[in-house]
């Protein structure tokens, strides 16, 4: 089951600025579970092709899921080879000079293929990846019907081939490069914020707000 | 030189969901220049790999840049094959429903292959490149090296081969699904703020904090 120290190989060595790299599986789960979206790329033809999609977690595998009438399902759902990249954005670093500048970010690069999920699995796996959008919304809608299950599909990847890289240092400075000490240098944190909730059409007038979705607000506050 | 519509080949079509799809040039453009980075794909072997790239645009192209010491950059130098999604996050979409729940958001997936920009034209998309992470800060910087200038790699892919996808409706809802219409259901808008910049270690106290990081504190409130 699951290791606390993410594996050391030679395909998931970070070559680029390697201190960037981490190897806490804890550091993974949390970004993945922090994160709404991924980018799933995978090969067709001669073409990869990259797709954002809603990620989920299930202990040691991440969960994607989409259409049953989705090309890139269709594709990931043979088992050919796939990847997929979680990143968050956590601010802009401002260098004294442009090569210096850089971003503040989390990211999980992911290899492996895919596995589709089927019979009690896939209502539970449903559930996970409507509560890691939307936490506590499960329990809250109406209860998924046959038809809306059969033209999900529901894609487990095992988190085993997985890169990690945090980038949160300062910009990189020094005190004979010539840089002007004169010009600002430092951090603007970046994060995901939200805004007021508004009714859809058919909700009636005087609808409480659902509490999940008060949470969400509070959360991303 | 531009065209102000989008190509509709069958390659670039999106299958799921057609209405989303957008042919508008300038959609594609607002979304470029508001987001700060993007998912490059490209085969390594069999293998797929994505991984987040900063983007800037320059007219009808995307330009991305990295390490000369990068091994996706060199992989993609060599002109193979790319995909390259660009993803803002505009909303979680909260429906009566898990299946109908899904996301506002705009995308684009761009296919093609890159040259290398190299000579005068280098400094230039360097500029358009850190002016678009952070607007106005190319001026404040020092000027950058000539060894900064051959550690960097830039690659410009045509913005030709791209589909756009917009999702900003409100929840497929239904008289007569069998939802419960007392379960509310409509929109959280979300959007990227930043917080307040801090300076680096070496920035010498009571050093103003720089115009570009006021405006983008400003423009991200």
């Known amino acids: 089951?699951?290791?606390?120290?993410?594996?050391?190989?030679?395909?998931?060595?970070?070559?680029?600025?390697?201190?960037?790299q981490v190897f806490d599986r804890d550091a993974l789960n949390a970004l993945l579970d922090e994160a709404i979206v991924g980018h799933v790329a995978v090969l067709r033809g001669d073409q990869p092709v990259v797709l954002p999609v809603g990620i989920g977690r299930d202990g040691d595998t991440l969960l994607i899921h989409g259409s049953t009438g989705s090309g890139i399902f269709r594709e990931m759902a043979d088992?050919?080879?796939?990847?997929?990249?979680?990143?968050?954005?956590?601010?802009?670093?401002?260098?004294?000079?442009?090569?210096?500048?850089?971003?503040?970010?989390?990211?999980?690069?992911?290899?492996?293929?895919?596995?589709?999920?089927?019979?009690?699995?896939?209502?539970?796996?449903l559930a996970i990846l409507t509560n890691h959008m939307m936490p506590g919304r499960w329990e809250e809608v109406r209860e998924t019907t046959k038809k809306e299950l059969a033209a999900t599909m529901v894609l487990r990847v095992p988190l085993e081939r997985v890169s990690v890289k945090v980038s949160d240092a300062g910009p990189d400075e020094f005190e004979d490069d010539g840089d002007d000490?004169?010009?600002?240098?430092?951090?603007?944190?970046?994060?995901?914020?939200?805004?007021?909730?508004?009714?859809?059409?058919?909700?009636?007038?005087?609808?409480?707000?659902?509490?999940?979705?008060?949470?969400?607000?509070?959360?991303?506050?």
Do not use: C
């Open 1 to 20: 089951m699951s290791n606390a120290e993410l594996p050391r190989t030679d395909e998931l060595r970070v070559k680029r600025i390697p201190e960037k």
């Open 79 to 125: 088992g050919r080879p796939l990847s997929v990249a979680v990143t968050l954005l956590d601010g802009l670093v401002y260098a004294r000079s442009a090569f210096e500048s850089s971003i503040h970010y989390r990211s999980a690069v992911i290899m492996g293929s895919a596995a589709v999920v089927e019979g009690d699995e896939k209502l539970e796996a």
């Open 181 to 221: 000490r004169s010009i600002w240098a430092g951090v603007l944190p970046l994060r995901i914020v939200a805004g007021e909730p508004y009714a859809s059409e058919m909700t009636p007038e005087g609808t409480p707000v659902s509490p999940s979705v008060i949470a969400q607000t509070q959360r991303l506050s």
